[in-house]
């Protein structure tokens, strides 16, 4: 088999898959004049809250919340993470603060939404 022909089917496998998973990725979609969020292959409509700046940021602080986020009947939780929290030290990386959300949110039958803070928030760029 030719080199170019070893590329193009090595490419396909790697393609693929990931045509598969976009399926099941929380897209938006059109039908008529409405758009729709669907996620799990599903419309969803999401009666979420936004936490506070930091409550996000303490595990424990937060667990207090899950029951009254339920009650509320919420189904999607807005959390704010800080990079200065991911890397706090230029290179070094700590990922737990978001793996913990997202455990958090599953054991709580929640979807999450990230608001991604890249530098600094609230005019303090300097």
Do not use: C
């Amino acid at each position: 088999m030719k080199r170019t022909a070893m590329k193009r089917l090595l490419l396909l496998a790697l393609i693929l898959p990931s045509l598969a998973l976009a399926d099941s990725l929380p897209h938006l979609a059109t039908k008529g004049t409405a758009t729709q969020l669907i996620v799990d292959g599903e419309p969803f409509l999401a009666r979420g809250g936004e936490l506070g700046n930091s409550t996000a940021s303490n595990r424990a602080n937060l667990g207090q919340y899950w029951e009254k986020f339920q009650a509320l009947n919420m189904n999607t939780v807005l959390a704010p993470v800080y990079w200065d929290r991911i890397e706090p030290t230029e290179g070094e990386f700590d990922f737990s603060s978001v793996d913990w959300l997202i455990e958090d949110a599953r054991a709580n039958d929640m979807k999450l939404a990230l608001l991604w803070f890249a530098s600094w928030k609230n005019s303090m760029s300097s």
